[in-house]
């Protein structure tokens, strides 16, 4: 498995919601899919909000490399 780390474009987010997020999966589609997930919750259909990691024209998603030197992967502040 692969890390990537997804985040939503141009600041089009509001408060109290995610902006970015490191996810551990098979591919980048997955890994879109899985933060999508994380953001809806318990919710029955697609929240706006967890379209916009699925959505490449909305979000960038890139493969984090496991190694090299000691960094913060993500830190994210995004409070309301």
């Known amino acids: 498995m692969r890390l ?4 939503i474009k141009n ?3 509001g408060y109290d919601e995610y902006d970015a997020m490191v996810v551990r999966a098979h591919n980048a589609a997955q890994a879109r899919e899985l933060a999508a997930k994380k953001v ?3 919710r029955t259909e697609p929240s706006h909000h967890g379209k916009q990691f699925r959505d490449p024209n909305q979000s960038t998603c890139r493969q984090v490399k496991e190694e090299g ?3 913060v992967v993500l830190a ?3 409070a309301g």
Do not use: P, T
């Open 4 to 7: 990537y780390l997804i985040e």
């Open 69 to 71: 030197m000691a960094v």
């Open 76 to 78: 994210s502040f995004n």
């Open 11 to 13: 600041e089009n987010y």
């Open 40 to 42: 809806d919750g318990q």
